[in-house]
T-cell receptor, first 112, second 114 residues
Framework: DSGVTQTPKHLITATGQRVTLRCSPRSGDLSVYWYQQSLDQGLQFLIQYYNGEERAKGNILERFSAQQFPDLHSELNLSSLELGDSALYFC???????????FGPGTRLTVL | AQKITQTQPGMFVQEKEAVTLDCTYDTSDQSYGLFWYKQPSSGEMIFLIYQGSYDEQNATEGRYSLNFQKARKSANLVISASQLGDSAMYFCAMRYSSASKIIFGSGTRLSIRP
């Protein structure tokens, strides 16, 4: 158990819908990262927050957005969902941007 | 451009043998970090080992060691005395651009034979 929690574990929804994925970092970690893992794209970095502020952006679509709240938990919002958004979404956290990241168990999103 | 390459899509190794998983990288940054993660069939990503670009000694964590050859831009993972539980996908990753971005390789699926 990495100490990073993600909810829900599984999510099944339809195209065009909007969903919110939630992540609670390890106690003491200020950085939160979101990743998307799909069969064709591999593991892709989406976005990073540090202590509530956006720190870095990767291959995140405009339909996706994220935020980190004062209590340091983070949410990833996915809207206008398409079939290709079906993937495993990981959250990871670290103390600072320089430290190793610890991953949550992931949320498996299925868009039908 | 920043790039991580894992050239071995799959490997089979006999239990108790040592195994080396290859990883090469490309970056123009002087400061970067290299990571290895393990992903078993259950799906979670497990941090294994980290090597900073300025670290002079190769990183070691138990049965895991990282063979860091900076001039060759390689960061191979060595697992000594492999166990059945080592069967998993292994990902090499690099942090670059002042720790702001991270990229992952395509992974190597390691299967340990009893």
């Amino acid at each position: 158990d990495s100490g990073v929690t993600q909810t829900p574990k599984h999510l099944i929804t339809a195209t065009g819908q909007r969903v919110t994925l939630r992540c609670s970092p390890r106690s003491g970690d200020l950085s939160v990262y979101w990743y998307q893992q799909s069969l064709d794209q591999g593991l892709q970095f989406l976005i990073q927050y540090y202590n509530g502020e956006e720190r870095a952006k990767g291959n995140i679509l405009e339909r996706f957005s994220a935020q980190q709240f004062p209590d340091l938990h983070s949410e990833l919002n996915l809207s206008s969902l398409e079939l290709g958004d079906s993937a495993l979404y990981f959250c990871a956290s670290s103390v600072t941007s320089l430290d190793e990241q610890f991953f949550g168990p992931g949320t498996r999103l299925t868009v039908l | 451009a920043q790039k991580i390459t894992q050239t071995q899509p799959g490997m089979f190794v006999q239990e108790k043998e040592a195994v080396t998983l290859d990883c090469t990288y490309d970056t123009s940054d002087q400061s970067y970090g290299l990571f290895w993660y393990k992903q078993p069939s259950s799906g979670e990503m497990i941090f294994l080992i980290y090597q900073g670009s300025y670290d002079e000694q190769n990183a070691t964590e138990g049965r895991y060691s990282l063979n860091f050859q900076k001039a060759r831009k390689s960061a191979n993972l060595v697992i000594s005395a492999s166990q059945l539980g080592d069967s998993a996908m292994y990902f090499c990753a690099m942090r670059y651009s002042s720790a702001s971005k991270i990229i992952f390789g395509s992974g190597t699926r390691l299967s340990i034979r009893p």
